[in-house]
């Protein structure tokens, strides 16, 4: 494991774009795992504006998100989709045939869960999986207890989740209840993974993740096995690591 620390948000934002600055420049048809939320914003900012001064190009890049809201057409202005297209899609070259979110309004959920884990496949595996964490300790919606040997499933959010993203809907009763996501298991198979965390908000959550010993109850604990992982954090973040 590999853990940095650096002291502002645009730092971190810098050195996480840096990773796939990297990833993309041995490889233009590189498989790159996304994720929601407010903290990979700024990586996809700097992404966006290296794309604009003519130093990436996405054209033969293929993308799979994280996770989606149960209910929420892709249409919806609060689904992951919707973010997806307003954060990164709508401002680089990526073919539209290339991106994959989960859906999150299908008829049979189990086939969709497989066919997402068929089309990582297909596609030859995930190359860059960039993820956040949960104040509860989850990577994408893996909540606590969900097997660390789970691929894409539904689950239930987390009262601690619906309240953290309350701020993203008019109040949290408008909040999704359920979701779909990749699996523990599945984000350990990408070949590299960083993580971002900002805030004394997520000190518990990071300690929990990299000092903690592996187990369900903070899914992010199982990146201690995977072969290939940095944690970027800011001070806030790691203040409760007691080797830092
Ligand atoms: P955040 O969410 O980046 O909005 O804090 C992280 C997460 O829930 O994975």
């Known amino acids: 494991m590999n853990i940095i620390i650096l002291d502002t948000y645009k730092e971190l934002s810098i050195r996480g774009a840096g990773f796939f600055i990297q990833t993309l420049a041995s490889n233009p048809t590189a498989v ?7 903290t990979p914003i700024g990586v996809y900012q700097q992404l966006i504006e290296q794309y604009q001064a003519g130093q990436l190009d996405f054209s033969a890049v293929t993308t799979f998100n994280l996770d989606e809201y149960i209910g929420l057409h892709r249409d919806h202005p609060q689904s992951y989709y919707s973010f997806m297209q307003q954060e990164l899609f709508q401002h680089i070259n990526i073919s539209p ?10 008829d049979n959920f189990g086939a969709h869960c497989q066919w997402y884990e068929d089309a990582i496949i297909a596609a030859g595996g995930i190359d860059l999986q960039i993820l956040g964490i949960g104040t509860d300790g989850h990577i994408a919606f893996n909540e606590p207890g969900t097997a660390l040997g789970s691929r894409t499933h539904l689950t239930d959010l987390d009262q601690q989740t619906i309240i953290d993203n309350a701020r993203f809907f ?27 965390a900002t805030g004394e908000n997520k000190a518990v959550a990071i300690q929990a993740a990299i000092e903690s010993p592996v187990g369900s109850e903070c899914t992010a604990s199982a990146l201690q096995n995977h072969p290939n992982v940095t944690f970027l954090l800011d001070p806030a973040a790691a203040s409760l690591l007691t080797n830092q």
């Open 97 to 106: 045939d290339r991106i994959h979110v989960p859906s999150g309004v299908e």
């Open 32 to 38: 790159l795992g996304l994720a929601t939320g407010s």
């Open 170 to 196: 008019d109040s949290a009763d408008n909040v999704p209840r359920r979701a779909i996501t990749m699996g523990v298991a599945t984000i350990m198979d990408a070949r590299e993974v960083i993580l971002l």
